[in-house]
């Protein structure tokens, strides 16, 4: 599987932004699409996650501001975030796991997003 992403970049405290991913190559019945996010020196976290049946997780800290919703036909993933602050500057990184499989299997390279307070 590969995970082509776009969006992020640069905006304001309290601004909005939104990322997308999409996935080509292998197929499977289940499946969660999503994001983490990384900042240096720290551990990736779970942003949020989606499955094919749309079952959504979040991380406490976004839960409220962003939302995450699919496209199955375009295998594709969104991430709309609002009232963003300095704290949620990171590079996100989507991934793609098969639905019986706890970790993802697959990542994408990242896209940056900063906020400026």
């Known amino acids: 599987v590969q995970l082509q992403a776009s969006g992020g970049g640069l905006v304001q405290a309290g601004g909005s932004l939104s990322l997308s991913c999409t996935a080509s190559g292998d197929s499977y019945a289940g499946d969660v699409m999503g994001w983490y996010r990384q900042t240096p020196g720290n551990e990736r976290e779970l942003v949020a996650t989606?499955?094919?049946?749309?079952?959504?997780k979040y991380a406490d800290s976004v839960k409220g501001r962003f939302d995450i919703s699919r496209d199955n036909a375009k295998r594709t993933v969104y991430l709309q975030m609002n009232g963003l602050g300095p704290e949620d500057t990171a590079l996100y990184l989507c991934?793609?796991?098969?639905?019986?499989?706890?970790?993802?299997?697959?990542w994408g390279r990242g896209t940056l997003v900063t906020v400026s307070s």
């Open positions: 991934i793609f796991r098969r639905a019986w499989v706890p970790e993802p299997d697959y």
């Open positions: 989606i499955s094919n049946g749309r079952n959504t």
